[in-house]
């Protein structure tokens, strides 16, 4: 079984709830083999543990107990899948990105800080917000989630088990919940994530640097833009616009160079979108699949 952050996380817990209860077993002359627990003691639930029941890891003992089918297998198997997250930095990060040259060192200056620099870049569609969050993407350790489409779990549990180096937030003004603030707060703050639920308290620490793009800074609350040092950007021009689509197909989308300037063409009479044009490209085998494709949007568009 390939352990998910969450799966390590769950699993490194009930080996410790385990190892506890052995040992007092061990105490009281009983036979630490027999070691039994429930959902409750482990501060687990069952959605927690039930891939690890299916994987054979754990076993379920009567109606209520369960154990770790083997205490020393799990030790090894988390051992084994708990692999250290290389902290480097791609030779051609930021390569394809035409100009903004001081804000690509500024970038690179805060990877390189001992401690977290969050920085937040904003400006309206058609700027390279979309390629320096592409670029970003490319760090090990790197996390991506869309504000607009995170829910308060699915944020808080981002951050609690994935713990992401770099965590990569895009259309950050659609966050409106503020249970995802609280979180992301505490986290850029103090490396703090904390999940209180019915059955678990835990807190969970960790070094990591956020990076987020927004369209408008101007619904974003004061304490969350005083976190980041922020940048405006300002949309690329025609010409600027095709010699970034060109470079980016070619260089990170394997397109042929024909296809790609074709795309950047076509695209830059109506657009400055970087997305779009990568979405067509991923679509389009020929010149002729460009020019449907266009032709269906255009149809259909607004």
Partial sequence: MKLSPKHKFILAKLIEVQDEIAKEYQSYNLNPDSVVWSLTEAGVSWHDVK?????????????????????????KLLEKDDNEVEDTIPDDLF?????????????????????????????????????????????????????GSSTKVGLRDVLFYELPRYLIIDELEKIENVND??????????????????????ERSGKGWVFAACNSDYRLPPELKDRFEIFTLKPYDEETYRRVVVS???????????LAEYIADRLSRN???????????????TKEDVDFLLSVINKYSR
């Fill in 181 to 202: 603030l609280s979180v992301l707060l505490t986290w850029m703050e103090s490396g703090r994530v904390i999940v209180a639920t019915h059955n678990m308290y835990d």
């Fill in 271 to 285: 657009t400055k979108s970087v997305r779009e044009a990568i979405r067509i490209a991923r679509m389009s085998k």
């Fill in 95 to 147: 390569n394809i990105i035409e100009g903004y040259d001081d804000i690509k060192r500024v970038i690179m200056m805060s990877l390189k800080a001992d401690k977290p620099i969050h920085i937040l870049l904003v400006g309206p569609p058609g700027t390279a917000k979309t390629l320096f969050l592409l670029e970003l993407q490319r760090l090990k350790g790197a996390y991506f989630v869309t504000a």
């Fill in 51 to 75: 891939d690890l029941v299916y994987a054979g890891i754990v076993q379920k003992v009567g109606r209520k107990n369960y154990r770790l089918k083997s205490l020393k297998d799990a030790k």
């Fill in 248 to 258: 980016y197909l070619t260089t990170r989308e394997k397109k042929d160079k024909e």
